[in-house]
């Protein structure tokens, strides 16, 4: 799975913080949050948001789903992507 678009990719982003509100995941919205709020879609702003999705990925998989967890993997591929095609 690879998201095919900006808006498509972001539209992961958003539901998956949302699942994370609703679930109260307080650690892994902390790494996330400030690059999300903050993005700008310039290269600084994919630079931040990739280490924000790193920073959610360090805090492990286990207060995850596995399908959270999947789609922060594949988020945090994408934004790889996303900076080395820039």
Known sequence: MSFESNEDFMGALTSLIHEWCER???SHLAKI???YVGF???TDGWSDLRDGLKGAI???ADSLT???WDVLQQLNRDADKALSSR
Do not use: C, D, V
């Open 24 to 26: 109260r995941r307080l």
């Open 66 to 68: 596995p399908g959270e």
């Open 33 to 35: 949050l400030p690059s």
């Open 58 to 60: 360090g805090l492990g």
């Open 40 to 42: 700008n879609g310039l």
